[in-house]
């Protein structure tokens, strides 16, 4: 060994050990250029380098010149192990996804083939564009995986709906027909008294939906105390519409508009 090479491999080590690789990796690959048949080169090289299939050409360079050398051999069984293990994901992805393309070239979205992405879910992998993508903590990911991982937090069943709807109309009617009954004659105070109301109670309509269905969560069950509450709502805001103009429809629409609100904040 030169002693110019000497000097390359004792400083890519010496910067390798303090963290910085990306000048181990240029100091130890000068050291294999000025000597190819140096061994400890190769070696320290094997250890700094990112790609598995360098690893795995530096490993090989050294059993060419020592064909004995346990760490070379060591290294190498390692190195083989792993490309075996993302070989084997890489078919198991393309199995349950055959259109997707896995060599890191643009592929089209699974949801809008016209439009050509680099971008991917971080869980199954398929191409998805901007549009598509949904940021998680731990990455972009497609429609169907996040719709997956919600269904874990729905423990409803089709039935709670029916409870719900049951439960939520009644309530809704009563609550309506008071709410715009008793808040016509406040005249133009309706809209402050209305504006704290109607979130309460729509609330209680809510709760009393929860206490239904034992506390069970489904993905359309806000939906349906939202469309029970329109439903049983709307007639009383046509009617005042038509007795008394737009101070008439104001009670029910406030109703509407933060009962909606209120709902979906406490059935979410």
Not at 207 to 228: D, P, T
Request: glycine fraction near 8%; aromatic fraction near 8%.
């Amino acid at each position: 060994m030169s002693d110019i090479t000497k000097d390359l491999v004792q400083q890519g080590q010496t910067a390798a050990r303090v963290g910085d690789l990306s000048e181990a990796r240029r100091l130890l690959t000068r050291a294999t250029q000025q000597d190819p048949d140096n061994i400890e080169a190769w070696l320290a090289l094997a250890g700094v380098v990112d790609s598995l299939e360098y690893k795995k050409k530096c490993f090989n360079r050294v059993l060419e010149l020592n064909p004995d050398n346990v760490d070379a051999k060591a290294g190498l069984q390692m190195i083989e192990t792993k490309l075996a293990a993302q070989e084997e994901r890489v078919v198991a992805t393309e199995s349950l996804h055959p259109a997707i393309k896995m060599d890191g070239s643009p592929a089209f979205c699974y949801r809008h083939p016209e439009v050509e992405t680099s971008l991917r879910c971080n869980k199954c992998g398929r191409p998805i564009c901007p549009r598509c993508a949904v940021r998680t903590p731990v990455g972009f990911r497609c429609p169907e995986c996040i719709r997956e991982q919600e269904n874990k937090y729905y423990s409803g069943t089709n039935m709670d709906y029916i409870i719900a709807a049951v439960i939520a109309f009644p309530l809704s009617l009563v609550v309506a027909g008071l709410f715009t009954t008793i808040l016509s004659g406040f005249g133009f105070f309706v809209l402050l008294i209305g504006f704290f109301v109607a979130p309460i109670v729509a609330g209680f309509i809510a709760e009393a939906v929860r206490w239904g269905v034992k506390k069970r969560r489904s993905r359309y069950l806000r939906h349906v105390v939202i469309g029970c509450l329109i439903a049983a709502t709307l007639p009383f805001l046509l009617v005042g519409l038509m007795a008394n103009g737009i101070w008439g429809a104001i009670s029910p629409g406030l109703l509407l508009f933060l009962g909606t609100a209120a709902i979906s904040a406490r059935l979410r």
